[in-house]
């Protein structure tokens, strides 16, 4: 691309495309220069995307508290009809999630028959799957990922990520329910879309589970391996203070 040749507001969307390049492969702290650079006194619509992209890689870096103010500031400015609201509003719970509070989390993600309709509500059920299983409510937990899985299937390739991570949630639900085997078959699957993609973040998360399934069942030999590979992928991502 021919950077000086861009108009402004296409220069701030490559920008951002760049950025969501950077986070979404792990090179969190390039993806915060480029947000951090970009201005967006021509295309004010892009903030909330901004915010996101930049609230997740603060997440992934564990700047916990800084992740949270982001995102809540581009929500408070926001609508909830806007293009973004519920992927924004599902990460910000997911950071709550991990500064503790857990019930937070669920009141901003909402009931199961709540979530926007479509591909649209996927983020929250995923979050809200997540609030529900830290609360030890096994029983919603299940029915969010559920509906997860069934929509991101129905949805086809444009909600595989999505599908990945309800996969290797549902996947937490059982083991903690004692169905391993069904655990180990939810890791395996969202392991193989992670690697499909390239998301190493996600990969060494789903391999770090696979591992541990296979281990609570006996199972060692077969444990060796995602095991491994889970903390190579980890030493390629570098240093990160939470897995999703």
Known sequence: VAWDRLAGKERQRVALALAEARVRGGDYA??????????????????????????????????????????????????????????????LARV???LGAVEDARRR???????????????????GGLAAY?????EAAARAFSE???????AGDVAEPTLARALGCDGMVRQADGDLAGAADRYEESLALADARGDLHGAAHYAANLGSVLREQGRLADA??????????????GHTAELP
Do not use: F, H, K, N
């Not at 993600?109 to 979050?127: I, R």
């Not at 830290?134 to 096994?138: I, P």
């Open 224 to 237: 060796l391996s995602p095991s491994v590979a889970a903390v190579r992928r980890m030493v390629q991502l």
């Open 109 to 127: 993600c909402g009931a199961v028959e709540d979530a926007p309709a479509g591909v649209t509500g996927l983020p929250l059920l995923e979050v």
């Open 30 to 91: 390039d993806g915060l220069d480029i947000l951090d650079r970009v201005a967006l006194g021509e295309a004010p619509d892009l903030a909330l995307r901004r915010a996101t992209l930049r609230g997740l890689a603060l997440q992934r870096l564990g700047q916990l508290t800084e992740a949270r103010a982001t995102l809540e500031a581009a929500l408070a400015e926001a609508r909830e009809d806007d293009e973004g609201w519920a992927e924004a509003s599902a990460l």
């Open 134 to 138: 830290y609360a030890g409510d096994l």
């Open 148 to 154: 997860a899985v069934r929509r991101a299937r129905e």
């Open 96 to 98: 709550e999630l991990a």
